[in-house]
């Protein structure tokens, strides 16, 4: 990929970060540089933020043939230690590296890229919101599948650029770099996320595009006052996901960019990337429609991307027949991995990888997802989505934020705990929930805190979560 980028635009700017801006040619000769550097370790780990290095050091392990690994550099010392043992062998370059990275350096040797496609490219480590985080190890093959599949080479127009915020050890972080150079746009780096800086940026850059977690995506929105707009006539797309998103953050983003098109992504570290898209026509069309199943399509994911399928299973041996029943999540496509260093291949013998997620597919093949499989509150022998409960929590107008768990009971197995950030009476919310859904969906008990613990990218930790109502609620 780097090679044809040199070789059709080789002098046009494709990153830019922290004021300083790398051509196509200049990222090439870094990447040879770094990759002569590379060749004799058994892989390159990335522990900085968005810096002109990280393609330099991704595209450079790709040319001498090692997997790159990003990690969380917000880790704790003892956490990050338990994966720098992973990989001996491996050359670490931490923030104080990364500068070296782009001086260019006189090479010997044919520093040409490996021509083995079913090679390791990258290991991802999973955000590990339910459990340990995994090494999730994607293939050159399944990256070169999911930029194929959705991003024509040099479609761009000459001045797109998009604003790149999220972290360089997420999944988003990786394939937008790599289908945004792909397709020709110019990439710009936000080292860290601030919204006010989010926005001059998107200004000062004339960025076109941008992708954002659920939290950014709130943040800015609590920038721009009511009844106002953003102020960012250059925008022509953003994306977001990672996340749920709440539905009102949605809706309150459309009134703040009324001209930029949005698109919402679903997808998996395993998947590199997104394997559902709900576009910018979706968005428009679900927020004047009089249809509720259109209006509804606000809260889905969208329909599958070209060359994935998508297929609800009622178990994970069984797939469910009826359109709008809600089963387990299961994907198939050439993009898929499902591969961890150290366990088990998780695709069964057809190809098809479970997600955990429970979900369902309309008449129209839109999907919503419900949750994590491992979430679901069961609740005198039903069955029962925290997430369902979180939407309808969402629309009191004391409420920012909502997470619901279930905590063990003798009696009916869980009882329904929902902890909120907002203000109100918790009887007079459980009533609110109780006229929209019904008594069995009703939080027994309602608890407000400050904050709701997440990861960087805006998932919930319901394992943190968890362990503090336990010992608190038990």
């Known amino acids: 990929m780097i090679l044809e980028m040199a070789t059709s635009a080789g002098d046009r700017v494709v990153v830019t970060a922290d004021d300083r801006s790398l051509t196509a040619s200049e990222l090439l000769d870094r990447a040879r540089a770094a990759a002569h550097r590379f060749r004799h370790r058994s892989a390159v780990l990335y522990l900085g933020a968005n810096h002109l290095a990280y393609?330099?050091?991704?595209?450079?392990?790709?040319?001498?043939?090692?997997?790159?690994?990003?990690?969380?550099?917000?880790?704790?010392?003892?956490?990050?230690?338990?994966?720098?043992?992973?990989?001996?062998?491996?050359?670490?370059?931490?923030?104080?590296?990364?500068?070296?990275?782009?001086l260019v350096e006189q090479v010997e040797g044919d520093e040409s890229a490996p021509d083995d496609q079913d090679a390791v490219a990258v290991v991802l480590y999973t955000s590990g919101t339910t459990a340990e985080p995994k090494a999730a190890l994607l293939r050159h093959r399944h990256l070169l599948a999911y930029v194929f599949n959705t991003q024509e080479f040099?479609?761009?127009?000459?001045?797109?650029?998009?604003?790149?915020?999220?972290?360089?050890?997420?999944?988003?972080?990786?394939?937008?770099?790599?289908?945004?150079?792909?397709?020709?746009?110019?990439?710009v780096y936000q080292s860290a996320f601030d919204a006010p800086d989010w926005l001059a940026t998107v200004r000062r850059e004339r960025v076109t595009h941008a992708l954002v977690v659920p939290t950014m995506l709130a943040r800015i929105v609590a920038e721009v006052p009511d009844g106002a707009t953003a102020g960012t006539p250059t925008l022509r797309s953003l994306a977001y996901g990672g996340a749920r998103t709440p539905r009102p953050v949605v809706e309150r983003a459309l009134r703040a960019f009324p001209d930029t098109g949005f698109v919402n992504a679903y997808g998996l570290t395993e998947t590199a990337s997104s394997i559902a898209v709900l576009g910018p026509d979706d968005h428009r069309e679900a927020l004047v429609s009089d249809e509720p199943a259109v209006r509804d399509r606000l809260g889905s994911v969208g329909r599958a991307l070209p060359g994935v399928e998508i297929q609800i299973r009622a178990e994970e041996d069984e797939e469910a027949a009826q359109v709008g029943r809600t089963g387990l999540v299961f994907v198939r496509g050439e993009q898929i991995s499902g591969e961890y260093g150290g366990r088990p291949d998780a695709l069964d013998g057809d190809g098809w990888f479970a997600t955990r997620d429970r979900g369902r597919l309309d008449a129209d093949g839109y999907l919503f997802i419900e949750g994590r499989a491992d979430d679901t509150i069961i609740r005198g022998g039903e069955n029962i989505a925290p997430a369902e409960i979180?939407?309808?929590?969402?629309?009191?107008?004391?409420?920012?934020?909502?997470?619901?768990?279930?905590?063990?009971?003798?009696?009916?197995?869980?009882?329904?705990?929902?902890?909120?950030?907002?203000?109100?009476?918790?009887?007079e919310i459980r009533a609110w929930v109780?006229?929209?859904?019904?008594?069995?969906?009703?939080?027994?008990?309602?608890?407000?805190?400050?904050?709701?613990?997440?990861?960087?990218?805006?998932?919930?930790?319901?394992?943190?979560?968890?362990?503090?109502?336990?010992?608190?609620?038990?």
């Not at 001996?88 to 782009?102: E, K, M, Y």
């Not at 360089?168 to 945004?180: C, E, I, Q, S």
């Open 55 to 102: 393609p330099v050091a991704l595209f450079g392990a790709a040319l001498a043939g090692v997997p790159f690994i990003p990690l969380n550099y917000r880790l704790g010392e003892h956490q990050l230690a338990r994966l720098l043992d992973r990989h001996p062998g491996a050359l670490v370059l931490r923030p104080a590296d990364l500068d070296a990275l782009l």
């Open 154 to 187: 040099g479609s761009a127009e000459p001045d797109a650029a998009t604003l790149v915020a999220v972290p360089p050890y997420h999944v988003a972080g990786l394939m937008n770099l790599l289908t945004n150079l792909y397709s020709g746009r110019r990439i």
């Open 390 to 427: 979180e939407d309808v929590l969402l629309t009191h107008p004391g409420i920012v934020e909502a997470a619901v768990i279930g905590l063990p009971d003798p009696e009916w197995g869980h009882r329904i705990v929902a902890v909120l950030v907002g203000e109100g009476d918790p009887d």
């Open 434 to 474: 109780r006229d929209r859904l019904r008594s069995a969906k009703t939080p027994d008990t309602v608890v407000f805190r400050a904050e709701l613990p997440k990861t960087d990218t805006g998932k919930l930790l319901r394992r943190t979560l968890l362990a503090d109502l336990e010992t608190t609620h038990a």
